[in-house]
């Protein structure tokens, strides 16, 4: 599914020619490194999108045929809010089981570096589009939503104050908080979008210390399993990117500013180190060079592939088992804020200057 500010169409991805007939759906303000509103799952394309007649619109698109399955307004979620009630801002839409969510923030009047951001969870059936339900304040500003189980991540934070915060939230329970950890050092968890944590094997994984530790804790209780600080070899304070698991939650990858570590999820142990020669500073963007933590869905799986992006505008293909780099392709046409690309199978998707690429895992 490729979606534009023109319309929405469907590619055949051995051939690349499109299947079906264009939709007339659209995103005004298109992808960016903190809106991400697109998801798949079980053969149904989930889109937050605009129509000519309609905004803010959550579609469910069959796969197998392009025909529309559901359409949800969303403004109708909350009727009769008034011209004074604030703005739902939606940022990243996700699927895990038979639950759609949206989440993202609620618009401020009077915003400054020192209020928290009021962020907000919807859950939505999968199968029709019905409201579940839904959980906003200041506590939910990034979320993950793993793709299985009931229990959802929520961070948060204000930007120029500490700690940061996580914070389990229970969606077997309408929403309902958990436990919460607080997070020393990690005002960054303010930013909305893609989330800056992960999911892998029973644990939630994300950096905290002086952004140089990964910590590991369990998903359904919040007690530590495992932590591993990097450091630097000259140093200096190591700065790590946002974790992302395999495919089979056994491994977890941590961007260290060019090089990218394989950890084993059960205990934390190293695998392997991949040195990327040349790379500049992984899962990170041109736009925010300083820092190895933002919002930006920069690294993804395969079945034996791990792929991520960097501040060079190169794409890196990196053999899973041993670390070592099969291929890396630059596009100087992708924008400063990270590439516009997905994996499906075993073929890497790249969207640039409206002309859609695909390679093979392994090159060919």
Partial sequence: MVVTDAATSFLDTTTGKSV???LNTTVFLGTSSDRYLTAYADGVFYLLCDTPSQTGLLAAFDAASGKTKWATVMADVDPGGGSDAPMYISHYVAVAG???YVCGTLSQRNYSAESP????IRAFNAANGKRLWQVKG?????VLVPPSGSHLLATS???SKEPGRVQM???GRKGARGWKVSVPDAAYYFSTGWPLTCYAAGLFLFAGGNGDTLFAVDAATGSEKWHQRFAAKSGDQVQIGTPFSSLDGATVYVPVGSDLVALAAADGTIQWVAKLDGASDIGTSNMFKASSRISGRSAQ???DTVFATDNA???WAIDAATGRARWKYRDPGQPDWGFLWTVGGDRVFIASHLTMTAIAAHGR
């Fill in 169 to 171: 939230i229970d969606a």
């Fill in 117 to 120: 951001t009021t962020g907000y």
């Fill in 138 to 142: 200041t506590d939910i500003n990034n």
């Fill in 98 to 100: 038979n639950t759609v």
């Fill in 301 to 303: 799986c395969s079945a």
């Fill in 20 to 22: 079906f007939s264009p």
């Fill in 313 to 315: 505008k190169t794409l």
């Fill in 157 to 159: 934070a204000v930007p």
